[in-house]
């Protein structure tokens, strides 16, 4: 009764999965027997015994009959600062154990417990030896699964479910481990990565069985992967070159998740990032998985729009050292102030832009992106408009700096005194005047010279309606974006021109060490008056008529026939001496802000301790360019006073 009990057992261990149920391979790379599969080979012919014993086989935990000696080895797992679910070291006879008892590299294949060690050659592959180090590869074997998160599917925690229609990818004793995704015994259940895989898991179908690809929110958080099933990186069929190590699939779309994340040994920091193929030096992670495809090569084509040559010009500036970006950062960037591609755009809800809507919508290449409002401290998330984006380091953020690389910065005599860097004091409606980005335009005066609609890189071609506002972009834009004309990608990623303009902005300058109110250097003595993006006075031309501003309708000549925008502009000077190019940042004593009349103290003097504009009287008293400036209208040169010769 005895032996026909053992025999019974061993029948039903062997047909487990046996080759009538398996409908394609049997064991695969997994069949280390002289005709198998796998790049390592041993003497025994059923492929089955190099895992399981049909006697004295381990049984410790869930172990089936378990032949390979398990490893005993103490990893690294996985950790972010958005995981809620903390990992432990795999149960010993666990289904993870087991896996790892070959995948770690500690233990060779071939060392089992009934039949002694046996005689092995090759190699297993080296992309199937994790070792102990897996803080790159998908956290598994969890303390316990229960605290919710907002990019998991409800039944994960409530019910211990996955979303997966199969119900092929499933919890192993309400945790994930290997077993979750991979069966060991079929290896083509997906034809085209044969990974082991339980189901096809092309269009990221394995993570969307755990992973909520809609709307969900928990503790206040919302789901950063809600918009994922319109996205572009969801979508789109642009196809991969097989070198690209971008996932087994031949498109982006059917690649998905894996296009960017890997599950096992990801080099690419916290979040399972993809590296490219060949790093780039002194670029993170986050930024260089992006390049990986938008670097115009020939990963993918049709080629996209190639932004690394935008900030290969003079671009926002990547993180550095202890500056890299956090998944779980906050909204305000601090000190850990940085441009990555995420901190501007999500990668799981970005949509491709075809067309341009009106100011200040967020484009949809930025959805579900975070954003501050205008009062400093609302956070907003997902953000409305686009300049709540830009304030999560152009706000109140206390890790700006003033950076060389971005070229001449004016210091105003109106500003605010606290951070003159954060550009809500000169956006918002405490400004006197400003650029229409945050608020409505709302000036009483004329704009004569202001434009019914913008004009295009080329100086000529007509563009988007003026409007009632404009974005933060239609200045600070690639030189060759496509919204202007151009091929280029939008925004702003980097330009030929200083602040990363898209057009050229001349900004007047006297002599280092010379001081204020001394001769200007740079003067352009009757100068062009070309919109086009390469004019000294071209960023302000696409939305104001350079003629009309030559003809002094808006700043009329004193009662000497001396001043008014002609006499300036055919003299040279630019707008920065006179003109905030954002707004009224603050006050100062003299100067009334109307028509965003400001001075860069670099370049303007007072005249006898006196700066200030009256707009009413149409006049300034300052020294500049050698030349007193007195509220009367009169200008003589800086040594002389007025009715002396």
Not at 98 to 105: A, F, Q
Not at 427 to 444: E, K
Not at 501 to 516: C, F, K, M, T
Request: with cysteine; aromatic share 6%.
């Amino acid at each position: 009764m005895k032996r026909a009990w053992l025999l019974a057992l061993l029948v039903g261990v062997l047909c487990v999965n046996s080759p009538a149920q398996w409908t394609t391979d049997v064991l695969g790379s997994h069949d280390l027997s002289p005709g198998g599969t796998s790049p390592i080979k041993g003497r025994l012919n059923s492929g089955c015994q190099y895992c399981h014993a049909p006697h004295s086989g381990i049984t410790m935990g869930s172990a089936p009959l378990w032949a390979q000696t398990l490893s005993k080895q103490t990893y690294t797992t996985y950790t972010s600062t958005t995981l809620k679910n903390l990992t432990t070291q795999p149960p010993l006879g666990g289904d993870s154990n087991l896996c790892l008892s070959c995948h770690d590299g500690t233990v060779a294949p071939g060392q089992t417990v009934p039949y002694g060690r046996l005689r092995m050659t090759g190699n297993m592959l080296p992309q199937d030896k994790f070792g102990s180090n897996l803080g790159g590869s998908h956290p598994f074997s969890f303390r316990a699964l229960t605290t919710d998160s907002p990019d998991l599917v409800t039944t994960l925690i409530s019910s211990h479910k996955t979303a997966d229609p199969q119900n092929a990818v499933k919890l192993i004793n309400n945790n994930v481990e290997c077993t979750s995704c991979h069966n060991p015994h079929v290896q083509a259940i997906d034809t085209v990565a044969q990974q082991f895989l339980v189901r096809d898991g092309s269009n990221g179908a394995l993570c969307l069985a755990c992973h909520e690809p809609g709307a969900r929110q928990v503790s206040n958080q919302n789901n950063p992967l809600s918009p994922w099933t319109t996205s572009i990186h969801a979508n789109t069929n642009n196809k991969l070159s097989q070198g690209a190590g971008l996932g087994s699939y031949t498109t982006v779309g059917a690649n998905s998740c894996i296009s960017c994340h890997v599950p096992h040994s990801a080099l690419g920091g916290a979040e399972l990032l993809r590296q490219p193929a060949s790093p780039v030096p002194n670029m993170d992670s986050a930024t260089q998985n992006c390049i990986t495809c938008h670097n115009g090569g020939s990963n993918i084509s049709p080629a996209i729009p190639n932004v690394y040559a935008e900030f290969a010009k003079t671009g926002h500036p990547y993180p550095a050292g202890n500056n890299t970006h956090s998944a779980g950062e906050a909204t305000v960037l601090e000190n850990n102030r940085h441009a990555t591609c995420v901190d501007c755009h999500n990668a799981h809800g970005s949509q491709q832009v075809t067309s341009f809507d009106a100011p200040p919508k967020i484009r949809i290449s930025q959805t579900s992106t975070k954003g501050l409002g205008v009062d400093g401290t609302t956070q907003i998330d997902p953000a409305v408009n686009q300049y709540e984006n830009c304030l999560r380091c152009h706000g109140p953020s206390s890790g700006k700096t003033t950076l060389t690389i971005f070229g001449y910065a004016p210091a105003w005599a109106a500003e605010n005194p606290g951070d003159s860097l954060n550009v809500i004091y000169e956006f918002n409606s405490s400004s006197t005047s400003r650029h229409p980005v945050m608020l409505d335009r709302s000036s009483g005066y004329p704009q004569p010279s202001l434009r019914a609609f913008m004009v295009q890189l080329d100086g000529k071609t007509q563009g988007r309606s003026m409007g009632q506002r404009i974005f933060c972009t239609d200045c600070h834009n690639s030189d060759d974006n496509r919204e202007g004309g151009g091929t280029g990608p939008n925004g702003p990623h980097g330009s030929t021109f200083s602040h990363i303009l898209e057009r050229r902005y001349e900004y007047s300058q006297v002599a280092s060490g010379a001081g204020a109110g001394t001769t200007i250097t740079n003067l352009i003595p009757n100068p062009p008056l070309d919109p086009s993006a390469n004019g000294p006075y071209s960023m302000c031309a696409k939305c104001h008529d350079l003629t009309n501003i030559v003809s002094d309708a808006s700043f009329l000549p004193d009662k000497n026939g001396k001043g008014g925008h002609a006499t300036h502009i055919n003299d040279g000077f630019s707008c920065s001496i006179c003109h905030t190019s954002h707004g009224m940042g603050g006050t100062a004593a003299g100067i009334s802000g109307e028509r965003m009349v400001n001075f860069d103290l670099k370049v303007v003097a007072p005249n006898n301790g006196t700066l200030a504009y009256s707009h009413s009287a149409n006049t300034c008293t300052l020294t500049c360019h050698g030349y007193a400036h007195y509220s009367n209208g009169s200008v003589t040169p800086a040594l002389a006073k007025p009715g002396v010769k």
